[in-house]
């Protein structure tokens, strides 16, 4: 009896869109969110923007999301001073960012939602969108407008390529990348190549709609605020996510699409990269009961 030959596992990897690698204009990102995380994470872009015009590559044009204002709640957790009290969260990073680094990005003291979007069309064409919001609505208004800007105007030049969510409680949190649509993908003999990357939204729905229970009312000082998050959770999370993103551009694949920290535990877990099939909760049928023939006497 022949012995059967054990196929080899591939491991599994996402190769980013070419687009991104080497465009002729700068890649537009939406960030949505300018608070905690936010906040840290516009500091990471501008460096990572920096590196890629170094290494010849057009760098990003990025847009800060935020309709909310400076408070003295946010000076401490978040990169704010008291010179900047009262402005938008928006123009006060995206001004400072500018006067750092030389670019042009843009700040939009709005909400990023559809009525934004449909009084300015122009603002929902991004290749990359990162969130960086409070709430679990926000994140199901992100997907469901992503989606339907993708399949309106997916033959417009810079339409909705990535979603990047990041997420935190006090002292734990996440960060997951994924695609708005199938990205095609090159055949490859060495690797299991993933052409889509599940929403956010659609693999963690259970779990993002448990999760919101507690209380969301903004904290009225910064001592109220670190009784709710850790003092360091969202640039811990910023600079992961940022090192994530950075993996993106200057490797051109991605064997990991996320991960899950525990700053108390200072441990963080890969979210790997999975062949479509084991995304799927697969749910058992029930099996058939056989009917028993009676007997004769």
């Known amino acids: 009896m022949k012995t059967p030959k054990l196929k080899a596992v591939k491991t599994a990897v996402h190769i980013v869109e070419k ?7 700068p890649i537009v990102v939406n960030l949505i969110g300018a ?15 920096h590196a890629l015009i170094a290494l010849n590559h057009p760098g990003l044009a990025v847009r800060v999301f935020d309709d909310d204002k400076v408070e ?53 064409m991004a290749e990359i969108t990162i969130s960086c919001v409070d709430t679990v609505k926000a994140r199901f208004e992100i997907a469901d407008l992503l989606s339907k800007i993708y399949t309106s105007r997916r033959h417009s030049y810079h339409h909705p390529l990535y979603w990047m969510d990041i997420g935190n409680s006090r002292d734990i949190g996440q960060c997951i990348i994924s695609t708005i649509a199938e990205i095609t993908q090159p055949a490859s003999r060495k690797f299991e190549v993933v052409s889509h990357l599940p929403l956010v939204t659609e693999e963690f729905k259970e779990l993002l709609v448990n999760s919101e229970n507690g209380d969301r009312t903004p904290s009225c000082s910064l001592a109220e605020a670190l009784t709710q998050q850790d003092l360091f959770i969202n640039s811990a999370l910023a600079n992961l996510g940022a090192s994530l993103l950075w993996q993106l551009f200057s490797e051109g694949m991605l064997f990991n699409r996320g991960f899950f920290l525990n700053l108390k535990d200072f441990r963080a877990t890969p979210i790997k990269v999975s062949p479509a099939k084991d995304n799927l909760v697969k749910v058992l049928k029930p099996k058939r009961l056989k009917t028993q023939t009676p007997k004769a006497a």
């Open 19 to 25: 687009t991104l690698l080497n465009p002729y204009n």
């Open 35 to 49: 608070g905690g995380t936010g906040s840290q994470f516009l500091t990471a872009l501008g460096r990572i923007n």
């Open 72 to 124: 003295e709640a946010n000076l401490g957790r978040q990169l704010f001073s008291t010179a900047e009290l009262g402005l938008h969260k928006a123009v006060a990073l995206v001004n400072r960012i500018n006067l750092f680094f030389g670019t042009n990005w843009k700040a939009i003291p709005e909400k990023y939602d559809l009525q934004t979007l449909k009084d300015s069309p122009e603002l929902a």
